[in-house]
């Protein structure tokens, strides 16, 4: 099943070169050309398996979604990405993971810079308790860049990818926690942004946020796509099919979460291969 | 019926808790219009400045506010890189069997009686070290007696440190240290401070640790290998062994209270500056 649905979207796309174009709507502005590929992946958490034998590759410039009920690993799988699965404690992971050609999952890797590289943002936003700017000030000085230009530059530019800079330009220096819920999660966004990722790993970032903050979210999330290679966990299948060029299932069999069905957006919706995917995306389980 | 048992177990309820309540609060007003009330009349200018005379009954408290500041000093100099380092170690580096042995010895260390501390810091500082009755020895003695209160306390905030800020921090490639730097540390001020406070009201109550590390010489001292009397032993000298010596007592009581009340409040608004400069400064 997994080969043929590997096959099934390989041929359906012609390859074009990759550029910072600007943002064509339609599922067919990205190319498949494979940034991050898992092979095998399994992950458990004290001995307990939670996801088994994942395997897919996500392309670059294109936005993935990963759908299906709780609990069935879609969170895990989006750590294993960065490593955040290292500051789970008894989590273990095995498989492959190559990310640019790097593999991932090797204990010797530089796990700072991939997560510079490969960048996260939290269900719920999370900006620290420190000023609008220096929460994106600080992790760009920590990652080396002290010129005091540079920083600012940066900082505005973060923002005014997000659009947040004509709405706190003139209070830069405010406690971040006094944004309103959509203003922190986009502050996070360009947070991540400002250390210029190429990929961006999004677990669930509009569930906490009211709708209208959660369709400005999702706008800015369309409008990132080419430019960075997202990675989306979300429970709003209208959503994954809005924004998603891709989508992956996972559901739960005998307690382990597993990967169903990966796939072009639009086909894995209206002509799922799977009696599992066709019953869950027209909401008769799930 | 059953209506009017409800309403009558509420109205019971409450005039318990307010009564609770009236009891403590009235205690402890009782006990602060007491010193007040006897204590106000000693306190002037002079009697905070000049030295003792007749073994404290006349004369002021001066030498010894200037001792009990510099053991405060001391402690503090040795409690908080000590504390901050053992509740980093406690919350971020390790967990399991030798955390817990950790804070297992430091509960038993904060129930441990002041004599007892006393009489290690006495074998400990005075003799072993060489440093003698000492506000040195003091000094250390009550850092001995605070550190377990400010480590709990310090590694209950930073504990209590929302786990999204961690992974956040993590998820954006910083060191461990940027993040307790940046966010943890400012994020659990709070608690760090309130065990402060905690810990500077038990040095500056502290009587029998004193009196065998610190010792009773209540002359202005020269320098940190100097004895100081620390204004409870003070207060406890003067209400126990010198008849005469209440009117004094009462007066260095108020003193303490004020200074304690004083040092809170310094305390707490630096840690508010502080805070407030790393949340809003570029």
Redesign the interface.
Known sequence: MMHDTKKLWRSAVLPTSYTLSNIEQGAACCVPIPQIQVENLSVSYHGKSVLEGVSLDINKGCITALIGPSGCGKTSFLSTL?R?TD?I?GCHMQGRINIDGVDVTDPRLD??????KV??I?Q?P?P????I??NI???LR??GLRQRSAIDERVERALRDVGLWEEVRDR????ALALSGGQQQRL?IA??LA?EPSILLMDEPCSALDPIASAVVEELIQRLRNRYTVVIVTHNLAQARRVANFAAFFWMTERVGKLIEFGRCQSLFDSPSHDLTAAYVTGISG | MLKNSFRLNDLLMTIIVWLSAALVVGAFLWLLSDLTLHGIAKLNWSFLVSAPENAGRDGGIGPILVSTLLILGVALLATIPLGLGTAVYLSEFT?GASARSIRMSLNVLAGVPSIVFGLFGNALFCIWLGLGFSILSGGLTLACMMLPIFIRSTEAGLSAV?T????????????QA?ALW??LL??AAPAIIAGLMLSIGRALAETAALIFTSGYVDRMPDSLSDSGRALSVHIYDLSMNVTGGDQSAYGSALVLIILLVVINNVAASLANRFLSQ?????
């Open positions: 960065n955040l500051l404690p796990v700072l810079a991939l997560r510079r960048g996260m939290f719920k999370n620290f308790p420190l000023s700017r220096r000030e600080m992790p920590e990652h830069l220096d405010a406690p996070c947070r991540a250390l | 967990s929302a999204e800020w961690r992974h956040g921090a993590a998820a954006l490639g910083l060191t940027a940046h966010v400012p994020a790393r949340i809003t400064s570029s």
